[in-house]
């Protein structure tokens, strides 16, 4: 039984399909008893053939009884709501998942890490998932890590802006490109690594096929669309006010700036060969702007 821990999210769904169509059994924990409903429907950001277990993972004891029936995990920290401090309530679930891990019978874990991960504090997902992959040392289970580039999933928002206003918000100026991903590529590679003897472990960078910018994104939504979109661009001096105008708590917004100005200085480690998903930007934000028209 492979458990996913995130599978109703992009990544996790994405593996769970991978699973399911190969014709093994999959476990989608999620929290929500609504999504628990509405699997299978259209709705549903569960995939028809999983099977759902209801546990809130700061309910370390309810986890662990999850993580018992199952042979392999693929762990993804959720996103803790942007109103909050991300950062305290992300620390909080990682450390309850590592020991909801104690006294299971798994075989391996696969880990969604991100490409920036280091030892730092209050810099959102670089300092929390860092954490978490020393945490993971100090367990018995053999586990391997997949530092994720920047989710092409993270533009899905902008289609709004797009088709509203003619243009895309970004934090960055509009030619920084940086390594971008599409969350089915995730969802392949961690499928692949998922079923690699529990041996066969390490750290893998994962990314799209090149690098790309704001300006590449607007050019993708101007081609689906048909019309024009520029990039509207957020000062540095401004990122803070910008985050908490969408929705961010002062605390996310400091830690999500922070972020943003660690990846804009490049101060993280570029890997020499990263895996390489095959799904273009432009690819990506067709299927989105197609998925919406239907």
Do not use: C
Request: aromatic letters at 8%.
């Amino acid at each position: 039984m492979h458990i996913i821990l995130g599978g109703t999210g992009h990544v996790g769904s994405a593996l769970a399909r991978r699973f399911i169509d190969a014709g093994e059994p999959v476990t989608i924990v999620t929290h929500d008893p609504q999504k628990a409903r509405q699997t299978g429907t259209a709705r549903s950001s569960v995939p028809q053939g999983a099977k759902v277990a209801l546990a809130d993972v700061r309910d370390v004891a309810a986890l662990r009884k999850v993580l018992q029936q199952g042979t392999r995990l693929f762990l993804l920290n959720p996103p803790a709501a942007p109103a909050t401090d991300t950062d305290a309530e992300e620390s909080h679930t990682a450390k309850s998942i590592v020991e909801a891990l104690e006294g299971t019978r798994l075989q391996k874990i696969v880990a969604e890490s991100t490409y920036g991960a280091q030892p730092v504090n209050r810099a959102g997902d670089l300092g929390i998932l860092y954490d978490l992959e020393k945490a993971l040392e100090t367990q018995p289970v053999p586990f391997s890590v997949i530092r994720a580039a920047y989710y092409m999933s993270n533009w899905d928002a902008a289609l709004g802006t797009a088709q509203k206003e003619g243009v895309v918000d970004s934090m960055y100026p509009a030619d920084f490109k940086l390594p971008m991903v599409a969350p089915q590529d995730l969802g392949e590679f961690a499928a692949r690594l998922m079923t690699q003897p529990a041996g066969k472990t390490g750290v893998y960078y994962v990314e799209g096929p090149e690098l790309y910018s704001a300006a590449d994104v607007a050019a993708a939504f101007s081609d689906a669309l048909g019309k024009p979109v520029a990039v509207r661009v957020t000062p540095r001096d401004k990122w803070e006010e910008g985050y908490q105008a969408i929705g961010f708590s002062p605390a996310a917004a400091r830690s999500y700036a922070a972020m943003t100005a660690i990846t804009l200085d490049k101060h993280y480690t570029v890997p020499d060969a990263p895996v390489r998903g095959r799904t273009t930007l432009r690819a990506y934000v067709q299927a989105l702007v197609s998925r919406k028209d239907a």
